[in-house]
């Protein structure tokens, strides 16, 4: 079936240093969105991208889709302690009425050493 | 409300029990979503509602579970006859309306623990 693919599975770093995660389909992406899932929480919605080539910024969060909308990364720059948690990536596939639906990629966590 | 709040927050129960586990959305969505997330993965969708009806239930594993959401607010989702491999974190979820646009928003899960 449909599905996002996330890598890495895991990132380590230390505290300071950037991080970037991936998202890639093999079919072409209507709208991407991004969420963060804190330790024991839950998922928190970051951002939604929808246009070819889009770039969004959040403070040190920099978000894109893919020119061919068949991939997303999100990139934080200078990372903190506050920055752990699970980054996950979603879809919408389908269209017309079934476009509400969210698939989810596996999520790739993120630990930052102090 | 300030979010979509779920009770309870955990749940114990033997294998064979009926469960059932309650959804409140945000004041006003008129779309209701269930998703059950397992250790190490991504939500996976269950159901959705728009309005009182399932618009899809499609996720649904089986006939054991079913959620109900009679007035077009609140909403339970209703496990029979539990099984071990029914234990994972169930998610609920609401936006404004059940389109491309809409962000979701997750409450913060049920833990249901089959033992």
């Known amino acids: 079936g449909q599905q996002v693919m996330q890598i890495p599975q895991y990132q380590h770093v230390q505290e300071g240093e950037d991080f970037t995660t991936y998202c890639n389909s093999s079919t072409t992406l209507s709208n991407i969105q991004w969420y963060k899932q804190r330790p024991g929480g839950h998922p928190v919605f970051l951002i939604q991208l929808v246009k070819s080539g889009e770039v969004k910024k959040q403070k040190r969060l920099t978000f894109q889709f893919g020119e061919a909308k068949k991939n997303s990364s999100l990139h934080i720059t200078a990372t903190q302690t506050t920055d752990v948690g699970t980054y996950f990536c979603?879809?919408?596939f389908g269209g017309g009425g079934s476009n509400y639906k969210l698939t989810f990629g596996k999520g790739t966590l993120l630990t930052v050493n102090p | 409300g300030a979010g979509v709040s779920q009770t309870p927050s955990n749940k114990v129960t033997e294998k064979g029990k009926y469960v059932e586990l309650r959804c409140d959305p945000i004041?006003?969505?008129?779309?209701l979503y269930w998703y059950r997330q397992s250790l190490g993965q991504g939500p996976e969708f269950l159901i959705y509602?728009?309005?009182?009806?399932?618009?899809?239930d499609s996720g649904l594993p089986n006939d054991r579970f079913f959620a109900v959401r009679p007035e077009g607010s609140v909403s339970t989702l209703k496990i029979q006859r539990t099984e071990r491999g029914d234990s994972a974190v169930y998610l609920c979820?609401?936006?404004?309306?059940?389109?491309?646009?809409?962000?979701?928003?997750f409450g913060p899960g049920t833990r249901l623990t089959v033992l």
């Open positions: 979603s879809s919408r």
């Open positions: 979820a609401s936006s404004l309306f059940g389109t491309t646009a809409n962000t979701q928003y």
């Open positions: 004041s006003g969505h008129t779309a």
């Open positions: 509602f728009q309005g009182t009806g399932a618009a899809d």
